[in-house]
């Protein structure tokens, strides 16, 4: 047992007490942003006259060593420790003596956590960002090539009317956009610096507080109230939604592509490489990949609940419910890191069936909304043309045949205005590159969304 305390105390902490209080287990994976916290604070301590510049720069020295030990695998983080911040504050003092035990002057562990957790979040956004645009690019890559490839659009997973592959992929590029400009605002909003907060009170140090805030990147400043700096965690709440939100795109996308790699569709292959297979039956290839990403969806929601839950009878300042903040949030950020790295890898080896894809888009009377334009765009009224092509549907179908299938007599049969262009004006290729209103498949308008998506991926 090592500890940062122990004065005040008569005898030890229980064993089981001990080890259930320890959090050394998982916040060790700080090691990084409580050292550059810890310099940040040592270097104004000095510069403010609090601890002697020698003392400072024995410190700094001390802490960048000890950074550089732990990265080339010199020191091992020991599960003796209390918790990330008693290993280091340890191991400083057992390197450099007595300057070690001035690094806590002006300081509580419960601003230390509260700036190492920022700083662990304000990391992992742009590590989240980076990948999804990174998930975007490989998704305009096909989209790109994919302008003309005709697919039904569904609604209520019934074929409804024509669409292309880049249109329908061009829906989660969207979606990718709007989860990094969460990104962007959640880290916005965060990015100020509890340090130097105190236990909850501030302290009677001359601390500077708009120096450590400047020297750790915190563009806002110092935060403004010391008891609402230690017990905030609403930035990581809001991390977590839209983590959430990001697993909930993914998971609509894996809900599509297992469909779309089914028997029964077989509109994409997926890779080898991201699929497997079975232990009893030897035909199988496996989707699994992505069932897990719409699987672990589910465990990132439970991130989110779990911390609202645990932070909504919290009173002020710091209660020690908050360090279960940690596991959660840790094993959230893993996983959707991994899951849209996996998808990123996924889609870009996938094959897409693009003659299986037309194929259905022609078996599913997906252009019997643009039959009945042809007719009002004749002057038949809207309403009594879409009677006309509901029969002439129903026809088709006891005749297990298609519109496009239907001699000239046939539609004239249900309404005389039919003439030899309506072949013309319901293949797939009019259907969809007539659809030129903005945000919709045409070729034309498609084309102006890609060059938007290059813009915005610079
Ligand atoms: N391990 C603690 C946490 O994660 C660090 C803060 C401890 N503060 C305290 N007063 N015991 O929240």
């Known amino acids: 047992m090592a500890q940062l305390w122990g004065g005040r105390f008569k005898s030890g902490t229980d064993r089981v007490a001990y080890e259930f209080n320890a959090s050394i287990s998982f916040d060790s994976r700080m090691y990084k942003e409580d050292i550059e916290g810890s310099i940040a604070h040592a270097t104004m301590l000095g510069e403010q006259g609090i601890i002697s510049n020698e003392d400072s720069a024995l410190i700094v020295e001390g802490l960048k060593g000890i950074l550089a030990d732990i990265e080339n695998g010199k020191l091992e983080i020991g ?55 990174r998930l975007q690019k490989s998704l305009l890559n096909i989209i790109e090539n994919n302008l003309d490839t005709y697919m039904p659009g569904f609604t209520h997973l019934q074929k409804a009317q024509p669409v292309t592959l880049a249109h329908h992929l061009g829906a989660y590029f969207e979606m990718f956009i709007r989860d990094r400009s969460r990104l962007a605002d959640i880290r916005k909003r965060m990015n100020s610096c509890p340090l130097g907060s105190g236990a909850l009170a501030g302290t009677t ?7 450590t805030a400047e020297l750790l990147g915190f563009d806002l400043g110092p935060t403004r109230n010391s008891m609402d700096s230690v017990s905030d965690r609403d930035y990581l709440i809001e991390f977590l939604d839209a983590l959430a939100i990001i697993m909930m795109h993914l998971s609509r ?5 297992i469909i779309w790699n089914s028997n029964e569709y077989r509109f994409v292959e997926i890779s080898d490489a991201y699929s497997t297979g079975s232990s009893i039956m030897p035909q199988k290839k496996n989707p699994d990949i992505a069932e897990l990403v719409r699987g672990k969806t589910g465990r990132v929601y439970g991130a989110l609940m779990s911390l609202l839950t645990t932070m909504k009878g919290i009173p002020l300042a710091y209660d020690k419910d908050m360090q279960e903040d940690k596991e959660v949030a840790f094993d959230a950020f893993d996983n959707v890191s991994a899951c849209i790295e996996l998808y990123d890898g996924m889609i870009s080896t996938i094959r897409f069936r693009n003659d299986l894809m037309e194929k259905s888009a022609k078996n599913g009377f997906t252009n019997a909304t643009d039959a009945a334009d042809y007719l009002v765009k004749k002057g038949v009224a809207f309403r009594d043309a879409h009677g006309i092509i509901g029969r002439l549907v129903l026809k088709c179908i006891e005749e297990n045949k298609a519109l496009d299938d239907l001699s000239i007599e046939e539609w004239k049969s249900e309404c005389e205005v039919f003439e030899n262009d309506i072949y013309e004006a319901i293949s797939l290729k009019t259907c969809v590159d007539k659809r030129l209103t903005p945000g919709a498949p045409g070729h034309e308008v498609m084309e102006k969304a890609v060059a938007y998506y290059k813009e915005y991926l610079g």
């Open 79 to 133: 599960s003796q420790y209390e918790d990330i911040h008693s290993f280091v504050e340890a191991v400083l003092t057992d390197r450099i003596g007595e300057a070690g035990k001035r690094l806590h002057t002006g300081r509580s562990r419960n601003d230390q956590v509260a700036l190492d957790m920022k700083l662990h979040t304000r990391k992992t956004i742009d590590d989240i960002d980076s990948r999804l645009c």
């Open 205 to 211: 140090y001359p601390l500077n507080r708009e120096r």
């Open 253 to 257: 996308f894996s809900e599509e592509i």
